[in-house]
């Protein structure tokens, strides 16, 4: 028996804010019947299964927002909630270097059991949200929450944080300026360290471009220890504890502790009209 969970979870349904948030690949579960799609249960932990850390960051962003927040229930792996179904890479075969097996060759049914119990109504759920918005006189804007390995393929990525975009381009220039402003030490970048295509993402261009609300994907390294308590409090420091370390003594030093500089969120809330892309206006 098919043991699915719900397509979608739905944090703050009732949030007030304009920000949508999306983090299509919140979660590296797998349901019980297809075991671990015939890789190692050390990959299911690795960025391939999921964005590590993209789902605490939503959930603290939809907190300091007030914000509505859609996230994944199943691994990438199974099916990509970010990519369109008739994309090469909306089920792999093969992900970074390693090999999916069970994914190879298999039946157009189940393709289509997949997308049907996955893809399908997570999606449906997001466009009847935006729909609902839209006939209250509320506008959305999108901003879908992603992580990505500070080293690909050999290739060291600098940023702290990514601004993706295709038509809100002044959306996303003063949310790098805002972003910059709170914190100069921040590498932060436009359309790194990927760009956002017709064939390799779906949030941000369908319930984003597509219906003329504004759009940023905005991806982050993928540090385990440290990416879940980004843009919780302003402009303060804190510890983050290691797994496996022992608790803070009186002082709050413990050696192997993580010293995190996190920046406050307003920025996914534009202080002024926007002319291009119109985010801005009620």
């Known amino acids: 028996m098919h ?4 397509p979608v979870e739905i944090v703050n349904p009732t949030g007030t804010s304009s920000v949508v948030l999306l983090c299509p690949h919140a979660s590296n579960y797998l349901p019980p019947q297809y075991g671990t799609l015939g890789v190692p249960q050390s990959e299911l932990q690795r960025h391939i299964a999921w964005d590590i850390g993209a789902a605490a960051v939503t959930r603290n962003l939809a907190k300091q927002l007030d914000a509505v927040a859609f996230l994944g229930t199943c691994s990438r792996l199974l099916i ?12 792999v075969t093969r992900s970074e270097h390693t090999d999916i097996p069970a994914n190879v060759g298999i039946a157009a049914q189940e393709r289509a059991l997949r997308a049907a119990r996955v893809f399908t109504p997570h999606h449906q759920a997001i466009a009847e949200h935006l729909a609902m918005r839209k ?36 959306f996303a220039q003063a949310s790098i300026e805002r972003l910059r402003a709170q914190d100069a030490s921040l590498n932060v970048g436009a359309n790194v360290p990927y760009t956002v295509e017709p064939d390799t993402d779906y949030g941000v261009l369908i319930h984003g471009d597509n219906l003329g609300n504004p759009a940023l994907e905005v991806p ?11 843009y919780m409090v302003p402009h303060q420091w804190h510890n983050v504890r290691r797994p496996g370390r022992p608790p803070a003594d009186a002082s709050g030093f413990v050696p192997g ?4 500089r996190v920046v406050e969120p307003i920025w996914f809330e534009p ?9 801005c206006r009620e």
Not at 220 to 230: C, F, G, V, Y
């Open 271 to 279: 202080a002024r009209p926007l002319a291009d892309d119109g985010c």
């Open 257 to 260: 502790w993580t010293r995190v």
């Open 220 to 230: 982050q390294p993928s540090q385990p220890t440290t990416l879940p308590l980004l």
């Open 80 to 91: 990509d909630l970010n990519r369109p179904l008739d994309s090469a890479s909306s089920i």
């Open 135 to 170: 006939s209250q006189g509320r506008r959305s804007v999108i901003v879908a929450i992603h992580s990505f390995t500070p080293t690909y393929d050999g290739v060291a990525r600098a940023w702290h944080v990514g601004v993706l975009f295709v038509a809100s381009k002044a």
């Open 3 to 6: 043991d699915w969970p719900a």
